[in-house]
C-alpha cells in the first residue's frame, strides 16, 4: 500500500476514496471537513479535539473512557431526540407531534429571514429551499412510494440526495429556485400524508412489511419493513432541521 511520509497534502480533496483501515500518525487535520464518512470502529488516540463539531448516528462513542451511555447521553440533554426511536405506533404518532412543532418554529424563524438568505448555501450545505425539497422526496420516497404503494409519487421540485444516482424516473432539478411559499405548500401536504399514515398505524403494522412496489425509482423495487421506512423519516425530519437551524446562526452573524 502506498506511504505519504512528511508530505504536505494542505487543501486535499479526497472524493469517494477508500480509505479503510489507514493508520494516521502526528497527521495534522486542523480545519479538516469530513462529510459523509464512514468512521466505524474507528480509534483515535493522543488526540486534541478543540470546536469540534460532530453530528450523525452516533451510537457506543467513547470519549476518554466514558461511553455516551454511562452518564453523558445524548438523549439526556434534549430528551426529544430520545423520542425520535420509537417501540411502538403511539410513539410515532408522539414523535410526529414533535416534529410538527419543532419544524413550525424552525419556519416562523425562516420568515424572518431575507428570501435570498433561504438560497443561500452554508459551508457547502444544502440551503434551507434545498432542505424542504429534499424532506419532501423523503416523503415521497419512502411513505407515498414504499409505504403508500403510490408508483411514481414524485413532484418536479423533489431533491433526491447527492449520493444518490440519477434515476431516470425521479426528478433532480439543481437549478430551480421556488420560493419559501410553493415549498411550503409541498411540505404541507407531505406532512399531511405523514401524519394520516401514522393516525392509522397500529403495532401490528408496525412490524409489518411493506406491498411490493416493483417500478423502478427509489428507494429500490421491492418490499421493506413499516418500521424501517417510518424511522428513515423521523431521521431525516430530525437532523435536517438542527442542520437547518445550525445554518441559520451562520447566516444570522455573517457580516453580509
Not at 60 to 84: F, I, S, T, Y
Request: hydrophobic residues 40%.
Amino acid at each position: 500500500m502506498p506511504e505519504f511520509n512528511s508530505e504536505n497534502m494542505t487543501g486535499s480533496r479526497f472524493e469517494d476514496v477508500l480509505l479503510a483501515d489507514a493508520q494516521f500518525h502526528r497527521a495534522d487535520l486542523t480545519g479538516a471537513s469530513f462529510r459523509l464518512v464512514d468512521l466505524t470502529g474507528v480509534t483515535i488516540r493522543g488526540a486534541a479535539l478543540v470546536n469540534m463539531d460532530l453530528s450523525g448516528m452516533i451510537e457506543n462513542l467513547r470519549v476518554n473512557g466514558v461511553g455516551l451511555n454511562q452518564g453523558h447521553d445524548v438523549d439526556a440533554v434534549d430528551p426529544e431526540r430520545a423520542k425520535m426511536s420509537p417501540a411502538d405506533a403511539a410513539g410515532y404518532r408522539e414523535a410526529w407531534d414533535i416534529l410538527e412543532r419543532l419544524w413550525s418554529e424552525t419556519v416562523e424563524r425562516a420568515r424572518g429571514l431575507a428570501p435570498e438568505l433561504l438560497h443561500e448555501r452554508v459551508d457547502g450545505e444544502w440551503s434551507f429551499i434545498e432542505t424542504l425539497r429534499h424532506l419532501v422526496f423523503a416523503t415521497d420516497a419512502w411513505v407515498k412510494r414504499a409505504i403508500l404503494g403510490v408508483r411514481s409519487p414524485w413532484d418536479p421540485l423533489d431533491l433526491p440526495h447527492d449520493e444518490m444516482p440519477d434515476e431516470p424516473s425521479v426528478p433532480r432539478d439543481l437549478d430551480a429556485r421556488p420560493s419559501l411559499g410553493e415549498v411550503l405548500a409541498l411540505r404541507a401536504d407531505r406532512m399531511a400524508t405523514v401524519r394520516q399514515v401514522l393516525a392509522g398505524l397500529t403495532d401490528e403494522k408496525l412490524a409489518g412489511m411493506t406491498e411490493p412496489v416493483m417500478e423502478p425509482g427509489y428507494p429500490e423495487p421491492g418490499s421493506f419493513a413499516v418500521r424501517r421506512c417510518l424511522q428513515a423519516i423521523l431521521n431525516e425530519e430530525w437532523e435536517h432541521r438542527l442542520y437547518a437551524e445550525r445554518d441559520f446562526d451562520a447566516l444570522e452573524a455573517s457580516p453580509s
